[in-house]
């Protein structure tokens, strides 16, 4: 059972996006519109394919749509008006399957009503996506079950919950051995102080549960995933007066991480990849996280946690993969590389960015991709 002030968050979240919010331009902060990187063609594609009105209710924080998806299982935790989810069925195709689940029961129905409509559209017989109402923290509720995905996904909800470790749980529960979790989410420069905490419309703007962004590493190691690799992140911007006041020094980045679960058997050495294409929009080459980009045929040695994702993952068939040194002790869990992991500070540290200077209306490679919807633009691509 949810505690009163656990319980009191929840109806709170409920109301403001089933009913105060009524599409994404309602949103007072960038923190749930920011999109996350230049998108490839075959993902913008799909988005054109998803009804208006399931496209006006999105309100994440990013496009959470990671790599190399064909027949895999998908989970979206906080589905919301299933978006995320219609985009993921297409490139799943027919034999894959994506199971969305929130806990605003309005925007599950506004999700459940175009089932047919996107099936349809894309031809298949058989539908080949799921909605579910229920909580993230408890998906056993709802009668997921262990190790029955290949990626979870989730967009810029985890915030949202107060019992953020029980989330990261969960999704390790019901991951496969090798799976992943692929998300996109609101960090705070800061530990957020009790006014920040308990400011309704920060917590429903997802600032009011940011996770300080140490704790993340923490939580990842406690619970068995490899270090959390950072993909994309972008400071967010605050248009309003009176949350300015309440925020105050704290500052907040939207960022997309990923986390691997890999059996806890089995030696760990460093290794020679190379990537060798084949992967749908990404053939000449796949941009891992911040630290490594794969280019097709080029030969890249990696360490010991690196060439483990890569061997025990969805990727390993797009890799040849050969060891380079010496093996070393089988992996009681995955260690906390931290030269390997890019932390979202870095954004901070690195300069002032200014609003204005967030702002671009290009759309080339490295720059910016636009939100059509509310011509909200951001920076898309970090660079250490």
């Not at 459940?112 to 017989?125: A, D, L, P, V, W």
């Not at 923290?137 to 979870?152: A, F, H, P, Q, R």
């Not at 907040?252 to 460093?270: D, H, I, M, N, Q």
């Not at 280019?295 to 890569?310: F, R």
């Amino acid at each position: 059972m949810a505690a009163p002030r656990d319980a009191e968050i929840r109806k709170d979240v409920q109301n403001y996006y089933g009913q105060v919010l009524k599409k994404s331009a309602d949103l007072q902060t960038s923190a749930c519109v920011t999109a996350a990187r230049l998108v490839p063609k075959h993902i913008r594609e799909a988005l054109t394919n998803v009804h208006e009105e399931v496209a006006l209710r999105y309100y994440g924080c990013g496009l959470v749509i990671p790599e190399c998806l064909e027949n895999c299982w998908i989970l979206d935790l906080g589905s919301g008006s299933g978006r995320d989810c219609y985009v993921l069925s297409q490139l799943v195709g027919e034999t894959g399957h994506v199971t969305g689940i929130d806990m605003t029961e309005n925007q599950v129905e506004v999700a459940k009503k175009y089932i047919e409509y996107h099936m349809e559209k894309y031809g298949f017989q058989t539908p080949n996506v799921t909605f579910l109402h229920g909580y993230i923290e408890n998906l056993e509720e709802t009668g997921i079950k262990n190790e029955s995905y290949d990626i979870v996904i989730s967009n810029c909800v985890i915030n949202l919950v107060p019992d953020k470790q029980a989330v990261l749980q969960e999704a390790y529960r019901v991951l496969k051995h090798g799976g992943e979790l692929y998300f996109s989410d609101v960090y705070a420069s800061l530990e957020l102080p009790e006014e920040i905490r308990t400011h309704r419309i920060l917590w429903g703007e997802c600032l009011g549960g940011a996770l300080y962004w140490k704790d993340l590493a923490i939580l990842a190691q406690k619970i068995g995933f490899c270090t959390p690799r950072l993909v994309t992140a972008n400071l967010i911007t605050v248009q309003n007066e009176e949350l300015e006041r309440v925020i105050g020094d704290c500052r907040f980045v939207s960022a997309t991480f990923r986390l691997f679960k890999l059996p806890k058997t089995g030696p760990a050495e460093r290794c020679q990849v190379t990537y060798n294409g084949g992967i749908i929009g990404h053939e000449k080459e796949l941009i891992f996280d911040a630290n490594f980009t794969f280019k097709e045929g080029e030969v890249v040695e990696v360490d010991e946690e690196t060439a483990a994702i890569l061997k025990n993952s969805r990727f390993a068939h797009n890799f040849l993969i050969r060891p380079v040194g010496e093996k070393l002790p089988a992996r009681s869990g995955c260690s906390a590389l931290e030269s390997k992991w890019l932390y979202p500070e870095n954004i901070w540290k690195r300069r002032e960015i200014k609003p204005e200077e967030s702002f671009s209306s290009r759309e080339g490679p490295g720059d910016t991709a636009v939100n059509k919807t509310d011509k909200t633009l951001v920076l898309t691509k970090f660079k250490p």
